[in-house]
């Protein structure tokens, strides 16, 4: 039998399947670095989209500008806060963290042929949620959405808006049929939250858990009224 034309070739390396993380222009910046450090503290490596939208809301609530041209020093610099705002509460590694510019339409996740796992939108505006919904496709965080939706992968929406009008209800119930994991940024009280890192922490936990990615970031129920309060 005659070889193959690949017959003589080494095997290919398995391909880099990461988690593509969007942020878009919602408040709720803190969510998403810590949803960012949860993922790589699991070891799992991320494609980072950050809306036009979204950098303007990081700068208003941390004071950090994002820019394309310095993305790994901004980066740096957000997820090395805490969530009550003071400067290098984490100590965050950036190796597996590949940065995509919003308008690029040519990059990696716009396609399905481009390898991931799945994809989370933290915070999700109504806006984006709209634009998903919809298909429009406007930016790579909409276009990297609608592209995890067409190849059946796994897609968990963060919404963070109160309160939600029709409209937006409509959209949502949209995305839950086109198999999305629609999860509003509601913290819990039950895992005993002391600070506010608690309550960013447990939502970001939450995201983590509709993705499959194992994390300590939360107290978990364990059918034990008042068990949160034993360990105080």
Not at 127 to 152: F, H, I, N, P
Not at 170 to 185: F, I, K, N, S
Request: proline share 6%.
């Amino acid at each position: 039998m005659k070889p193959g034309p690949y017959a003589d070739q080494q095997s290919p390396r398995q391909p880099r399947r990461p988690w593509v993380v969007g942020v878009s222009g919602a408040s709720g910046t803190p969510y998403a670095a810590a949803v960012l450090r949860g993922l790589l503290d699991a070891g799992q490596r991320v494609d980072l989209v950050v809306s036009r939208a979204s950098r303007l809301t990081l700068l208003d609530e941390t004071g950090i500008a994002f820019r394309d041209a310095h993305w790994r020093d901004d980066l740096r610099t957000w997820l090395a806060r805490g969530a009550d705002g003071k400067p290098d509460t984490f100590d965050p590694c950036l190796d597996d963290v590949r940065h995509w510019s919003a308008g690029d339409l040519a990059a990696g996740p716009s396609s399905g042929s481009y390898p991931v796992q799945g994809m989370l939108i933290v915070p999700a505006s109504t806006a984006c949620v709209a634009g998903v919904a919809l298909g429009l496709s406007k930016d790579l965080l909409q276009r990297a959405a609608s592209v995890t939706l067409k190849e059946r992968r796994r897609l968990v929406v963060a919404v963070r808006e109160t309160p939600l009008n029709g409209q937006t209800l409509r959209h949502l119930v949209a995305l839950d049929e086109a198999g999305a994991v629609v999860l509003p940024a509601s913290p819990a009280f039950y895992a005993g939250a002391t600070h506010i890192q608690d309550l960013v922490d447990f939502v970001a936990g939450r995201v983590l858990d509709a993705a499959g990615v194992a994390h300590g970031l939360y107290r978990r129920w364990e059918g034990e009224l008042g068990g949160s309060r034993a360990d105080s």
